[in-house]
């Protein structure tokens, strides 16, 4: 009930191209939903973030598409770059802790 | 811009010793968190805290954990008698609300 499910493990993408990664998850009480990137040996950054009440939320290049009756949440990279090549993490929380679970996250390489 | 900040980056110590994680959070934030992160895998959540007091613990945290936010600026993460399965990293986070800013995480290698 509390897993968030990530896939894919892995993505390979050319210079430009879109990548697209997927989560899952069971718990209708959550009501936050961020995307983290992750480079080596560094802390997870905020990348963007959606509530349940709007389908999709874009800042630049990064858009999060939301449905909420499929219970599933992705997020797009337009143009994807080599700088872009890192771990993603989806997440979700709820409730006034607004602890995160993480999804196992998708090791994403942008190749030039 | 303001950072959440760990210290140290590093932290080796032989096993059943203590540890204590160290953390500044973002100035105006009002919740406080520890994650851990095994090597390879997700990150999970250990504890948040609010109003100087534990709102919420996950199974891992048991009874060798605790935090402290001795100071207005420090927040700290203890582990009393630490195991060969504690070794990870260890980020701190903090949020006005919702939006968790992560720190650099300390690496603690236990021997």
């Known amino acids: 009930q509390q897993q968030v499910k990530q896939s894919p493990q892995s993505l390979i993408v050319q210079k430009g191209g879109i990548s697209i990664i997927n989560c899952a998850y069971e718990?209708?009480?959550?009501?936050?939903f961020p995307w983290y990137q992750q480079f080596p040996g560094k802390g997870p950054a905020l990348l963007i973030a959606i509530r349940p009440d709007v389908s999709e939320k874009k800042e630049g290049r990064f858009t999060i598409s939301f449905n909420k009756s499929a219970k599933q949440f992705s997020l797009h990279i337009m143009d994807s770059q080599p700088g872009d090549s890192a771990t993603y993490f989806c997440a979700a929380s709820s409730g006034a802790t607004n602890k995160l679970i993480f999804g196992t996250g998708t090791l994403l390489a942008v190749q030039p | 811009e303001p950072e959440v900040t760990q210290t140290p980056s590093h932290q080796v110590t032989q096993m059943g010793q203590e540890v204590i994680l160290r953390c500044v959070p973002i100035s105006n934030h009002l919740y406080f968190y520890w994650y851990r992160q095994i090597l390879g895998q997700k990150v999970e959540f250990l504890v948040s805290?609010?109003?100087?007091?534990?709102?919420?613990k996950s199974e891992i945290f048991d009874d060798q954990f605790s935090v402290e936010r001795p100071d207005g600026s420090n927040f700290t993460l203890k582990i009393r008698s630490t195991k060969l399965e504690d070794s990870a990293m260890y980020f701190c986070?903090?949020?006005?609300?919702?939006?968790?800013?992560f720190g650099p995480g300390t690496r603690l290698t236990v021997t």
């Open positions: 986070a903090s949020s006005v609300l919702y939006e968790q800013y």
């Open positions: 805290f609010y109003n100087n007091e534990i709102s919420e």
């Open positions: 718990n209708t009480a959550f009501d936050y």
